[in-house]
């Protein structure tokens, strides 16, 4: 199973970006998919995911700003990002964690950059 992300780059405070993963491969049930960043200089956090039932969880600072949204046919989940802030800059990586068989699956990243 590989992920592929495209999706980001450089945009202004306020801007949007809409980022998405697709996972490669079959065989597999898909349990969480989810975004996390990384900061320069901090580590690696939650900013939303989407569980087995479908209920997303955001990180309290990116609530009412960013929606993740799933397509189970297509083994792809996306993070539309509104009123993006400079602090929301980073390296956004996108995670499967399937069921039969158990796994983890990270993907390579993809810049964000919000100029303010």
């Known amino acids: 199973v590989q992920l592929q992300a495209s999706g980001g780059g450089l945009v202004q405070a306020g801007g949007s970006l809409r980022l998405s993963c697709t996972a490669s491969?079959?065989?597999?049930?898909?349990?969480?998919m989810g975004w996390y960043r990384q900061a320069p200089g901090k580590q690696r956090e939650e900013v939303a995911i989407i569980g087995y039932g479908g209920r997303p969880d955001y990180v309290d600072s990116v609530k009412g700003r960013f929606t993740i949204s799933r397509d189970v046919a297509k083994k792809t989940v996306y993070l539309q990002m509104n009123n993006l802030k400079p602090e929301d800059t980073g390296v956004y990586y996108c995670?499967?964690?399937?069921?039969?068989?158990?796994?983890?699956?990270w993907g390579e990243g993809t810049q964000v950059t919000v100029s303010s």
């Open positions: 995670r499967l964690a399937t069921i039969n068989p158990t796994a983890d699956y």
């Open positions: 491969g079959s065989g597999f049930t898909i349990n969480v």
